[in-house]
């Protein structure tokens, strides 16, 4: 597979998140208001067990991210590396929980069409003009940029070029800083995703990482799964880095980070509001409950902290 057809793969799996993330908060496993100007149709139905992981990801990040906004009371900055059409940014502004700045980072050609998105479709650009202090506003094709809410293309393989596209538009490296990477770092050799989470350690010196993606992909059901994305020609340069959850943990010790824990989905599915569980779980019949564990195991959380502030930043857990 060449280098250009493998990253256009890896661009399309920005979809494949987005219109699952749809179908299953148009099944009440969430609410999410803005993802219908993302993507059009709700599209053909999901099994009830890919809809369970999706509402375990979509906690289970939320869960680490909300308790990192409180903990800081906000004052902070978000960087959503590989953020595809995530609609975190608006759930934040809703639920008043924004954080000074909301930085995401993605290919141009992503960026290109998210902001196409937000540019003609006003329940998106409101809020955003709602943040926005003075008339200006930076809105071209391939960046944005406002008081509150920032997209830069960039390539995540390409650090210095990151770095300095993100001070450009004003990142504070002293604020405490959340970086999140939800399915994306998988995608990268383990040095490219290592040189990422180490120049996080390097630019922030109070921050939290936190990181979704694969794991125990050495067993059978894992190599399954790596067929399946292979078969889709994506790039899974990665998945090296994702044997086991002292694999996640270590990417981040080894690179400058005070501490890191790691838990695989089922254990985070386990650990969600059981009421809510409960609710969701009457949403749709499940028959194999054992499909569900398998796929959950093989999906993981791990984060990281740094605490120079001495903020309590590694009590953050579930
Ligand atoms: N984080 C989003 C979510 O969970 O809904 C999107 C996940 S999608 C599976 C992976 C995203 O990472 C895509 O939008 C892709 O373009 C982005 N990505 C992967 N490698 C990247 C790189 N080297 N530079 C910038 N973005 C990248």
């Known amino acids: ?55 375990a990801r979509v906690q289970g990040v939320n869960h680490l991210l909300d308790a990192f906004l409180r903990k800081t009371h906000c004052d902070c900055q978000v960087i959503n590396l ?28 992503v960026v290109a069409r998210k902001i196409h998105n937000i540019k003609t479709k006003p329940p998106l650009s409101k809020p955003l003009i709602e943040t926005h202090s003075t008339d200006s506003l930076l809105l071209d094709a391939h960046s944005l940029d406002s008081d509150r809410y920032c997209i830069i293309g960039a ?5 210095s070029n990151l770095d300095e596209k993100l001070k450009k538009f004003q990142l504070n490296p002293e604020l405490p800083t959340l970086l999140l990477s939800e399915c994306v770092l998988v995608y990268m050799t383990p040095s490219q995703s290592s040189n990422v989470v180490h120049w996080a350690a390097e630019t922030f010196p109070t921050a939290m990482f936190v990181n979704y993606e694969q794991v125990n992909m050495s067993d059978r059901f894992g190599q399954v799964m790596i067929e399946n994305l292979r ?36 254990t985070v599915y386990s650990m969600l509001p059981q009421d809510d569980v409960a609710r969701i779980e009457r949403l749709e019949f499940l028959d194999e409950r054992e499909l569900l564990q398998q796929l959950l195991q093989h999906y993981s959380i791990c984060w990281a902290t740094k605490d120079k502030l001495k903020l309590g930043l590694s009590q953050l857990a579930f």
């Open 1 to 55: 597979i060449d280098s250009d057809t493998s990253d256009e793969a890896v661009r399309a799996t920005c979809d494949d998140a987005t219109i699952c993330k749809r179908f299953a908060s148009s099944k009440s496993y969430w609410k999410d208001p803005y993802i219908q100007y993302f993507v059009r149709s709700v599209g053909e139905r999901k099994a009830p067990e890919i809809n369970r992981g999706y509402y």
């Open 82 to 109: 590989g953020a595809g059409l995530d609609t975190t940014f608006w759930r934040l502004k809703d639920e008043n929980l924004m954080p000074r700045k909301f930085f995401e980072v993605d290919f141009p050609t």
């Open 155 to 159: 390539d995540l393989r390409d650090i």
């Open 231 to 266: 078969r889709r020609q994506c790039n899974l340069a990665g998945v090296e880095a994702c044997q086991s959850l002292d694999t996640q943990r270590e990417r981040f010790l080894k690179t400058g980070w005070e501490q890191s824990d790691a838990l695989d989905m089922m």
